[in-house]
T-cell receptor, first 115, second 117 residues
Framework: AQTVTQSQPEMSVQEAETVTLSCTYD???????LFWYKQPPSRQMILVIR??????QNATENRFSVNFQKAAKSFSLKISDSQLGDAAMYFC????????????FGTGTLLAVQP | DSGVTQTPKHLITATGQRVTLRCSPR?????VYWYQQSLDQGLQFLIQ???????AKGNILERFSAQQFPDLHSELNLSSLELGDSALYFC????????????????FGPGTRLLVL
């Protein structure tokens, strides 16, 4: 069975600084997708970034980028120029390719941004 | 705003009762997923519907059931409620048509917070 592990329950970063959140996953599949979702205090789940396993290039979305290491099964999220609004719980998620495509989530990392 | 709507936002009920949670997917999305977020279990997949038919089941209790209607909205029915059913229930949707089915992203609604007393 596929699993997703986030080993950092909490992280803290100074405003305008850079922080990296870690995620590892375990799968025997070759076709899969990886996601980072943000859950602010409102509890809404907001997609931050996605990565297709078949793509070697790391995904980027403005201040958010990933470091996808397929052989190591690692998928970390880098937030540059951190802003107060980035404070939230961040979940790493895995989805196997194909029609049955449930998301498997990690336990989350709570990010605090210090002014 | 993801375009996925869920009602009600909050629900307080008693043990043994039955409730229905409603989800309207984004316009054009054919797939609906239900997830449960609780303190002890984290975020867990419950069930998926695609164009009215059940597609996949996860850790959904027998006391829970769901369906997707012809207009593509979905309902999650929770019966014989127990204290441990208190959680945030999310609905997500994705486009899932043709080849895009293999590449779509799931967009989440705001959730329904259920409290069983």
């Amino acid at each position: 069975a596929q699993t997703v592990t986030q080993s950092q329950p909490e992280m803290s970063v100074q405003e305008a600084e850079t922080v990296t959140l870690s995620c590892t996953y375990d799968t025997s599949e070759s076709d899969y997708y990886l996601f980072w979702y943000k859950q602010p205090p409102s509890r809404q789940m907001i997609l931050v970034i996605r990565q297709e396993a078949y793509k070697q290039q790391n995904a980027t979305e403005n201040r958010f980028s990933v470091n996808f290491q397929k052989a190591a099964k690692s998928f970390s999220l880098k937030i540059s120029d951190s802003q107060l609004g980035d404070a939230a719980m961040y979940f790493c998620a895995y989805r196997r390719g194909g029609a049955t495509n449930k998301l498997i989530f990690g336990t989350g990392t709570l990010l605090a941004v210090q002014p | 705003d993801s375009g996925v709507t869920q009602t009600p936002k909050h629900l307080i009920t008693a043990t043994g009762q039955r409730v229905t949670l409603r989800c309207s997917p984004r316009s054009g999305d054919l797939s609906v997923y239900w997830y449960q977020q609780s303190l002890d279990q984290g975020l867990q997949f419950l069930i998926q519907y695609y164009n009215g038919e059940e597609r996949a089941k996860g850790n959904i209790l027998e006391r829970f059931s769901a369906q997707q209607f012809p207009d593509l909205h979905s309902e999650l029915n929770l019966s014989s409620l127990e204290l441990g059913d208190s959680a945030l229930y999310f609905c997500a949707s994705s486009v899932a048509s043709g080849l895009a089915e293999y590449q779509e992203t799931q967009y989440f609604g705001p959730g329904t917070r259920l409290l069983v007393l």
